[in-house]
């Protein structure tokens, strides 16, 4: 019989092993179906532990503050059954729906931020590096202006702006295809653009819309309500569900155009539905809290080494991407003593540390 090892490419000798009779071959890392899909077990563990992570993060979220609660408190208080009714209101009115937005909305941006890294095949590709956050911003900035503060005007402006924003970059890249570099490059100059016209409104703005505006830009989940958030969770969730049915594609991608090619995948079309969609998430997210910037860079390369995986995973990166946002809010409200920073404040500050450690990561692998 002839050794199995003796066909494998490596640059390592490798011993020479014969498969006996009746042995079961290990072709790599266990694998499960799950909604028809192939998923590495791994992933879907690493995804469970931070999902948990994310949850107990929240529930520490409930027990702290000015009105401080009880384990037994905030379970009864979810329910609204507790004996007082002031912890029925903190709980289920005012600290639930944060909670609840950081998780849904943080894994949103890890979802988008797996998608558009994997599409540009390169760490740096973020919805808020590449402009498509600060062209929903934009977006939201326009109608905040001219039609009013409420969140579907707000909502809906955000999605056309970011949708126009990625149109731009895709139409300023295309040059017989989409390079990921090419795309980065354009993106990061029209950020700039876009940074330099919202400045512009919020100048020329009423003071009262401008402070709104300014607000809403820092990135937030303070006041959020379950008029806010059940609308977003609802859209981020079909959105998020909607980039995971082409998670397969996503990842033939990643190997190169020629090669998701000739596995069949139609590159163009494929890539241009993943951005939109990609897209319309970020803009639901901006539209909800705000652009809240480096949640989408650094969830799906933190969820990418802790899994170990070959690949940007979704599943990882909406983990991951929930529990930084949950958590980066808990260091917001409860850190600075009777001072509550906006979330995208401490994200900025937790993501310029990352985004050094990446790029010194990157430069020593040119080296």
């Given amino acids: 019989m002839r050794s199995v090892n003796s066909a494998l490419p490596t640059s390592e000798p490798v011993p020479d092993r ?13 694998m499960l179906r799950l909604l028809g899909f192939r998923v590495d077990v791994r992933v879907v563990v690493t995804a469970g532990i931070v999902a948990l992570l994310a949850l107990a993060c929240g529930f520490v979220a409930l027990l702290l503050g000015e009105f401080s609660l009880t384990p037994v408190e905030v379970f009864q208080g979810l329910f609204g059954q507790a004996e007082k009714r ?23 941006l890890g979802i988008s931020g797996a998608v558009f890294q994997s599409l540009t095949r390169n760490p740096l590709g973020s919805p808020d590096i590449i402009g498509f956050s600060t062209g929903a911003y934009t977006g939201g900035i326009i109608t905040i202006i001219f039609f009013g503060t ?16 990625a149109a731009i970059v895709y139409l300023l890249t295309w040059k017989g295809g989409v390079q990921g570099f090419r795309l980065i490059i354009v993106g990061i100059a029209l950020t700039a653009m876009l940074n330099a016209f919202n400045t512009w409104l919020i100048m020329r703005a009423d003071l009262d819309l401008a402070m709104a505006a300014a607000t809403w830009g820092a990135g937030s989940l303070n006041g959020m309500s379950w008029s806010t958030i059940l609308p977003a969770a609802i859209g981020t969730i079909l959105l ?7 998670s397969r594609d996503l990842g033939t991608l990643e ?3 020629d090669t998701a090619k000739a596995l069949g995948v139609r590159n163009e079309s494929v890539r241009a539905a993943l951005i ?3 897209v319309a998430l970020v803009a639901v997210v901006t539209a909800a ?23 940007t995973s ?8 929930a529990l930084l946002l949950v958590g980066a809010d808990l260091i917001a409200q409860h850190a600075f003593g009777d001072i509550q920073l906006p979330v995208g404040v401490v994200t900025v500050c937790i993501g310029g540390i990352y985004l050094i450690w990446l790029l010194i990561q990157e430069a020593r692998k040119a080296q």
Avoid: H, Y
């Avoid at 998020?240 to 082409?246: D, E, P, Q, R, S």
């Fill in 276 to 278: 939109l969609v990609a």
């Fill in 314 to 321: 979704l599943l990882t990166s909406a983990a991951v991407g």
């Fill in 86 to 108: 002031i912890v029925n209101t903190v709980v289920g009115e005012w600290r639930a729906p944060r909670v609840i937005g950081g998780i849904v909305l943080g894994a949103g």
């Fill in 240 to 246: 998020g569900l909607g980039c995971g049915l082409f």
């Fill in 150 to 165: 409420s969140f579907v005007s707000t909502a809906f402006g955000a999605i056309i702006g970011g949708i126009l924003t």
């Fill in 18 to 30: 014969r498969v006996l009779p009746g042995e079961k071959v290990d072709f790599g890392r266990p």
């Fill in 289 to 311: 809290a705000g652009p809240i910037a480096f949640v989408a860079l650094a969830a799906p390369q933190i969820g990418r080494r802790i899994a170990k995986a070959q690949g």
């Fill in 255 to 257: 190997l190169g155009d």
